[in-house]
């Protein structure tokens, strides 16, 4: 299975801050690549999909990039409603797999 | 607005049964894909399976921790996704999120983008 190591998984951070999450495959995944957002006792919300393509709707703070195995979901200009938990999912092969989670909470 | 309503979640016993039902409106749920993610209390989210359309001829895919066990149905008259999940194990206490799939095509790329969930809903495996 692919298997991908997100990081970090815990993120303090500022209203106005950049923060950056990564999320690395194990083995070469081309774009198959979405990532997620999921607030307490809600279902995930999909932000970002083959990469680096935004999902309708999504703000454009959200931003994200590919480098290889390596994927990176930026927030530029936090707001209070992005404290939330973000996860990425592979889809290049099944089964589908996602990261372990980050979660950006208020400093 | 396309929405995703699951129903069947509950207590069950380690070894039994149990049949989660899903049912979409606003959407023509018989031209996509749909999946099925699980989420044990606290923890990351697991994809559990998939089943493709009718083009597709219903074909299933399965993670290999329910594979055996659970078998992904759907009645695309009744615009219903169902999820039969037998031999329960009380790793198997999640909450259920039925998903849509949309294929989306990219410079030539099929990507399948799990764009609608439904709210979710619980199964507790326990004696």
């Known amino acids: 299975d692919i298997q991908l190591t997100q990081s970090p998984s815990f993120l303090s951070a500022s209203v106005g801050d950049r923060v950056t999450i990564t999320c690395r495959a194990s083995?070469?995944?081309?774009?198959?690549l979405a990532w997620f957002q999921q607030k307490p006792g809600r279902a995930p919300n999909l932000l970002i999909y083959a990469a680096s393509t935004l999902q309708s709707g999504v703000p454009s703070r959200f931003s994200a990039s590919a480098s290889g195995t390596e994927f990176t979901l930026t927030i530029t200009g936090l707001q209070s409603e992005d404290f939330a938990t973000y996860f990425c999912?592979?889809?290049?092969?099944?089964?589908?797999?996602f990261g372990g989670g980050t979660k950006v909470e208020i400093k | 607005e396309v929405q995703l309503v699951e129903s069947g979640g509950g207590l069950v016993q380690p070894g039994g049964s149990l049949r989660l039902s899903c049912g979409v409106s606003g959407s023509t749920f018989s031209d996509h894909y749909m999946d099925w993610v699980r989420q044990a209390p606290g923890k990351g989210l697991e994809w559990v399976g998939r089943?493709?359309?009718?083009?597709?001829?219903?074909?299933?895919e399965y993670a290999a921790s329910v594979k055996g066990r659970f078998t992904i149905s759907r009645d695309d008259s009744k615009n219903s996704l169902f999820l039969q999940m037998n031999s329960l194990k009380t790793d198997d206490t999640a909450v259920y999120y039925c998903?849509?799939?949309?294929?989306?095509?990219?410079?030539?790329?099929?990507?399948?983008?799990?764009?609608?969930w439904g709210q979710g809903t619980l199964v507790t495996v326990s004696s």
């Open positions: 083995q070469g995944i081309s774009t198959y």
């Open positions: 998903v849509r799939v949309t294929l989306i095509t990219i410079f030539g790329a099929v990507h399948g983008a799990l764009e609608f």
């Open positions: 089943i493709r359309d009718k083009a597709n001829s219903f074909t299933t």
């Open positions: 999912l592979q889809h290049n092969k099944y089964p589908l797999t």
